[in-house]
């Protein structure tokens, strides 16, 4: 069945500091995935986008994630973390081409430290 | 632009009470969407619709759970006879039908005791 992992529930990182966020799918076909980002007390916002194509994909914020059918990943990287990033983010894959069906990891925590 | 509007932002009751939710999508969006989301966990998609139509609502945990769009603008989602179990946070998002990104709103928290 179609699932995605986000196997770090939480992730603490000094602002300035890389950050990479660990996302792995199962999904059988060409998958559609999506980081989302929750900050405190606000609706899920679109980060980043993948259709096939390009393994790394751009951005808001300086976001970037990449594609790998070979680890079935789709990790989120940041070079430089902002104070302002601490939110939750939230990998998901589309089982249709316009995304009205789509699947939630379980979300990780972010942490950023002064 | 205003964004997706979702009320109340926190509602609290006993178990058998009944509770619902509204949404007001952005302006113009056609599709509208219901998710559940349990404390440390993901959306989990409940319901959606095209305009006043529901499109898929196979996800809905119970007849407990009904949700309507009757004009395809504002929506409502209601659970009778609340249980513990559906403890939670409902978030509303919309979109255009056919576009993939979906705007979400701040949600609503239940906590049933």
């Known amino acids: 069945a179609q699932s995605v992992t986000q196997p770090d529930a939480r992730v603490t990182v000094s602002e300035g500091a890389s950050l990479q966020l660990r996302c792995k799918y199962s999904?059988?076909?060409?998958?559609?995935l999506f980081w989302y980002v929750q900050y405190p007390r606000q609706g899920l916002q679109l980060l980043l986008k993948y259709y096939p194509g390009d393994p790394v994909v751009q951005g808001v914020n300086g976001f970037e994630a990449e594609f790998s059918k070979s680890n079935s990943s789709f990790h989120l990287r940041k070079a430089s973390v902002h104070w302002s990033d601490w939110a939750v983010y939230f990998c998901a894959v589309s089982l249709d081409t316009n995304a009205y069906k789509v699947i939630f990891g379980k979300g990780t925590h972010l942490h950023v430290l002064p | 632009e205003a964004g997706v509007t979702q009320s109340p932002r926190y509602a609290v009751l006993q178990e058998g009470q009944a509770v619902s939710f509204w949404c007001d999508p952005i302006?113009?969006?056609?599709?509208l969407y219901w998710y559940q989301q349990p404390r440390d966990q993901g959306p989990q998609l409940l319901v959606y619709?095209?305009?006043?139509?529901?499109?898929?609502n196979s996800q809905l945990p119970s007849d407990r759970f009904s949700a309507v769009r009757p004009k395809g603008t504002n929506s409502t989602l209601k659970i009778q006879s609340a249980k513990q179990g559906d403890t939670a946070t409902y978030l509303c998002?919309?979109?255009?039908?056919?576009?993939?990104?979906?705007?979400f709103g701040p949600g609503t928290r239940l906590l049933v005791l």
């Open positions: 998002a919309s979109s255009d039908w056919g576009q993939d990104t979906q705007y």
């Open positions: 302006s113009g969006h056609d599709t």
């Open positions: 619709f095209r305009d006043e139509a529901v499109i898929d």
């Open positions: 999904y059988f076909g060409t998958p559609y």
